[in-house]
């Protein structure tokens, strides 16, 4: 009998694709696979529909319960008072109290049998923890962010991030395992919760990246250095005002394309800045696309932006999947100097320039660089894409989380039985 997986994500399938990555990989490996996600946004229902009909395992999607945000609202406030009058806050109740599907997702694995629980985000964690207790199974966890390190200040902020400690801290020591996005964000929950921690990066799979690397502008001086930004949300806290202020500043001619959906409306602050900057010409907000769609709709560039900023520490020390999609794409990556990204750039080599978000004249410098400098970029474009090739693509990256799980279940079955 193989051995059984079942993952707990709130969102839905479509919205993570490092779920589907790591679904792939432990079914490429033998192990029968179960997704219990979620079925809440509408403008994705179709795109699950076409996924969950192609995987090769088992998806189970569970709607969004009646009355989730009444019953998240009333724990809130008896958190509040608990925490209020010096009392301790149960890990059931910080689940309820930080929202999200806990309960439709604990409700939904309960009825799936496995050998190990592997939890997504907060609210898979505390859906996940007590069916793994009950089960006797083994629980696994994948950070794709540092979530108790998500906060960015203020009173409401502060008490979300004790909730999701409270979370943390109760399920992350019991994990079988525990797998991190990136090396800070492992060594952020190593050093807070003393637990062992392995970085599997967010990367791509080689199948995603174009056949041959794109020419990119023509080789010399390019008339126009073709700057690209994507995300689900287009958002004024990403590092785009300072990008936008020092494209003004050049020598060389930048344009840039951002992509994203803007809900919030920041693509239409951004337009007025680049209006104001006299820029405006050389700016333009794209529509969202597919995430498989995202290496190939980056390729037609010359560098890609990962502008992360300080805001908190979970940015501090996060590497988005706009890097990798980058280099897989062939493209050179322009990162702010967070520490993350910073530690990561020696790797990069050339395919990567770091710059300070608070001095746009050194983001334009850089800029002008590989803009002005006969063959930079395309130095930069061959770096990006061999590392594409040779380092950072998913199926170079998926052996460490295969070998994450397998030391588990070793570890499993060198342990006395227990009743299931």
Not at 74 to 92: E, F, K, M, Q, Y
Not at 216 to 241: H, N
Request: net charge neutral; glycine share 8%; aromatic share 6%.
């Amino acid at each position: 009998m193989p051995k059984t997986v079942c993952i707990v994500s709130p969102g839905n399938l479509a919205s993570n694709p490092r779920l589907l990555k790591e679904a792939d990989a432990l079914h490429g490996a033998g192990y029968a696979v179960t997704a219990v996600v979620c079925d809440y946004t509408e403008e994705l229902r179709g795109t699950d529909d076409e996924i969950a009909a192609r995987v090769p395992w088992t998806v189970v999607r569970v709607p969004r319960p009646f009355g989730e945000r009444v019953v998240t609202m009333a724990s809130r406030r008896l958190a509040r008072l608990v925490d209020a009058a010096g009392g301790r806050i149960t890990p059931g109740l910080a689940g309820r109290a930080h929202g999200g599907p806990v309960s439709t997702l604990r409700r939904a694995a309960q009825g799936i049998r496995a050998d190990v629980y592997i939890a997504h985000y907060v609210a898979g964690l505390a859906a996940a923890a007590p069916v793994a207790r009950r089960r006797g199974a083994m629980l696994g966890f994948d950070a794709e962010d540092f979530h108790s390190g998500e906060g960015t200040g203020g009173a409401d902020e502060d008490f979300r991030m004790k909730l999701i400690e409270t979370i943390e801290r109760a399920a992350l020591p019991s994990c079988a395992y525990v797998t991190a996005a990136a090396p800070l964000i492992a060594k952020a929950y190593s050093d807070r919760y003393g637990i062992t921690s392995t970085a599997v990066l967010n990367v791509f799979p080689l199948d995603m990246a174009p056949a041959a690397p794109s020419p990119g502008s023509a080789p010399g001086r390019p008339a126009e250095l073709r700057a690209y930004w994507f995300s689900q949300t287009i958002g004024l806290d990403r590092g785009l005002q300072p990008f936008l202020q020092a494209m003004a500043r050049t020598k060389s001619r930048v344009r840039l394309d951002v992509r994203g959906g803007d809900q919030a409306g920041a693509g239409a602050r951004l337009t007025a800045l680049a209006r104001s900057l006299d820029i405006a010409d050389r700016f333009s907000i794209l529509p969202k696309a597919a995430p498989e769609e995202m290496v190939r709709l980056a390729a037609a560039y010359d560098i890609g932006l990962s502008l992360e900023t300080d805001v908190s520490e979970n940015r501090r020390v996060c590497l988005t999947n706009k890097i990798f999609t980058y280099l897989l794409a062939g493209v050179p990556v322009v990162m702010s100097d967070t520490p993350a990204q910073s530690a990561l750039a020696p790797d990069l080599g050339v395919a990567a320039a770091v710059v300070p978000l608070n001095d746009p004249d050194a983001i334009a410098a850089t800029l002008d660089r590989l803009g002005d400098t006969p063959g930079a970029l395309t130095e930069a474009r061959g770096a990006a894409w061999r590392l594409g090739r040779e380092r950072y693509n998913w199926d170079r990256e998926k052996s460490i989380l295969l070998e994450v799980v397998a030391a588990a279940f070793s570890r499993r079955e060198r342990e006395p039985a227990c009743p299931r």
